[in-house]
């Protein structure tokens, strides 16, 4: 099946079609290689998702912030991966965002979602549970104002 009709067959199916940009900077350039190569290798080997498009870029040099430069961090190595992928259910692209956190995300289709109640509720508890994990780790929580 030619890949236009693959993704038209998705669509009627009612799936997803989303761009996602991927995005890392280390101090070596092996590493920045291969830490995003085995990130989307373990993001395509996720259930309900059919990835269309994969383009990555060369590791390139690139300045490092200020506050890694006070540190004597001058140069970094940044790599940038873009995916069009499809995913069978909202639930499914809400996991897959939380757990893989492109650094950017658009939904390319369809012009309307309709989901259930449960995939709502779903999509709501496991942003909360992930929440919940980061104030356990101590990496920040829910900021409750005051009167």
Do not use: C
Request: net charge negative.
């Amino acid at each position: 099946m030619a890949d236009n009709e693959k993704e038209k067959e998705l669509l009627e199916k009612g799936w997803i079609k989303a761009w996602m940009l991927f995005e890392v900077q280390a101090t070596g350039k092996e590493v920045a290689d291969k830490s995003l190569t085995e990130h989307i290798k373990k993001m395509k080997a996720e259930k309900d998702l059919y990835i269309a498009d994969i383009s990555a870029s060369d590791v390139k040099e690139v300045e490092a912030p200020k506050q890694l430069i006070d540190k004597g961090i001058h140069i970094l190595y940044a790599k940038v991966t873009e995916i069009v992928v499809f995913y069978q259910s909202y639930e499914i692209l809400t996991n897959i965002t939380i757990n893989y956190a492109p650094t950017a995300i658009e939904i390319l289709a369809p012009e309307k979602i309709t989901i259930t109640m449960r995939e709502a509720q779903n999509a709501l508890a496991t942003v909360s549970d992930m929440m919940h994990k980061f104030t356990s780790a101590g990496l920040g929580g829910m900021v409750i104002k005051g009167d």
